[in-house]
Each structure stands twice: as structure tokens, then as C-alpha cells.
């Protein structure tokens, strides 16, 4: 099975929800998914799809990397880890690579909340991922 095939029920819905700059190929057995999407909603909708089609993202054959427009944002949070740097995840999950960090004390920008353990935020970098909700305080 194409791996476009495999996906198709997330690329249709990246095209519905409007993400922008949708880009699609597929190099060594791996899909890459790029694009702006509007909302965190957006975002979360399709890690969502992600999961159902392949469960625990065990297969790694998809690159999934959409980030939220600039300006869709949901307010502030405090990073309230105890000492150390928090990690900033491509998906919501432990399994999923670090792509950034955000210090302790630090205030992130949060975009959404993909569930109650982990919510998409962007750091003072520019870095955005998902965040382990339990290290976040609202502001």
C-alpha cells in the first residue's frame, strides 16, 4: 500500500481544515506531511488521525510537521518544573522527539490543548511542540 494511500484519511483532512502550504512527498519509505494550519485544533485533529491509523506511532513511516499560524495562540503558561529544562515534543507523547525546551520559570505561549496531559505551546524560541501539561501553570 502507497503510503499517500495509508494516510489519505489525514491528508483529506489537512485539505478540509484548511491548512496552508500543504506540501506531500515521499522519500525512502517515509511520508513527509508539511503546512501551516490555523488553529492548535487543527494541529491536535490530525495527530489524532495519526494515532488511529497507526497506534503509539510505532511504524515511522510519516513526518508529520505542521505548525499553527502565528497569531492563534491561547495565552500564556509558566513553566513549573522543579529544576530542569522542560522537553518540547513533535507529537504528544514521551515516544515522540524533543524539538525544543523551554527553562524552568520560563512563560511559554499556549497554542491549544490537545488533551488534559499535553498541550501544544511555543517557546520564547519559536520552538513549538507539545508539552507535558502537568509542568504548565496558566497565567
Known amino acids: 500500500m502507497a503510503l499517500q494511500d495509508k494516510y489519505k484519511e489525514l491528508l483529506d483532512a489537512a485539505a478540509a481544515a484548511g491548512v496552508s502550504n500543504l506540501q506531500v512527498r515521499e522519500q525512502d519509505n517515509v511520508l513527509y506531511v508539511d503546512g501551516d494550519a490555523p488553529t492548535g485544533a487543527v494541529k491536535d485533529q490530525l495527530w489524532d488521525i495519526y494515532n488511529?491509523?497507526?497506534?503509539?506511532?510505532?511504524?515511522?513511516?510519516?513526518?508529520?510537521?505542521v505548525n499553527v499560524v502565528v497569531g492563534a495562540g491561547g495565552g500564556t503558561a509558566l513553566?513549573?518544573?522543579?529544576?530542569?529544562?522542560?522537553?518540547?515534543?513533535?507529537?504528544?507523547?514521551?515516544?515522540?522527539?524533543?524539538?525544543?525546551?523551554a527553562a524552568h520559570g520560563a512563560t511559554v505561549t499556549?497554542?491549544?490543548k490537545a488533551n488534559d496531559q499535553w498541550w501544544l505551546i511555543k517557546n520564547e524560541k519559536g520552538e513549538e511542540g507539545y508539552a507535558y501539561a502537568q509542568y504548565l501553570s496558566l497565567q
Do not use: A, F, H
Open 52 to 65: 488511529k491509523i497507526d497506534p503509539d506511532y510505532s511504524t515511522g513511516d510519516l513526518m508529520l510537521n
Open 79 to 101: 513553566v513549573t518544573t522543579e529544576k530542569t529544562n522542560l522537553n518540547i515534543r513533535k507529537g504528544p507523547g514521551t515516544d515522540q522527539p524533543i524539538v525544543g525546551k
Open 110 to 112: 499556549v497554542i491549544s
